[in-house]
């Protein structure tokens, strides 16, 4: 029996689920997911949720189920992976010459690097200054997959085409 995977979900995909007809369904699915340790999120993700409105305030209240604990975000590895996103990925670091207001984004990085977690996000995989583009840092590596990819791996939705479909596409509004 293999390991099991644990997925750190970003902002962005727990945000644009909610376009799905779906959506209901795939937020009781990744809440028994959090719920079962598989699929978590760090701190910053749920305060960046904050600004998203009424549509996504229901989430608030399984904060505890989703959010990692306080000591796996914050050992001294995470310390270690974060210094390495700090130097080798300034792009994602507020306040230190990098461009992204989103804090979320280098704990992200760090947290599934030392705890070899798997990186959701709905930013390009081929992008330069993203989440993906850290996760392929020496010293980083880490997996790092989109949102639809995440959803049919763990069985939140049946059909996924990953050589035909953008996330954008997948998750807009009426689709599911």
Known sequence: MGDIII?????NVLVSIRNRADSSEIYSGLIRLARDGIAWTVRQVFDELKDQGASLQFIQK???DFVISAEQQYCAG?????????TKAKWLNPGEGGSN???????????????????????RQTSEFKIPAACRIEGIKCR????PHF???????KTYNPAHI?????FAKGEG
């Open 151 to 157: 959803l049919y791996e763990v069985g939140l939705v």
């Open 7 to 11: 997925y750190l979900i970003d902002t």
């Open 62 to 64: 399984y904060r505890t």
């Open 166 to 170: 953008s996330p954008d596409a997948f």
């Open 144 to 147: 790092c997959i989109l949102g």
């Open 78 to 86: 995470v310390r270690e992976k974060m210094e390495i996103v700090r």
């Open 101 to 123: 207001p989103d804090p979320a984004d280098p704990w992200l990085v760090a947290v599934a690097a030392h705890h070899k977690y798997v990186v959701v996000t709905n930013e």
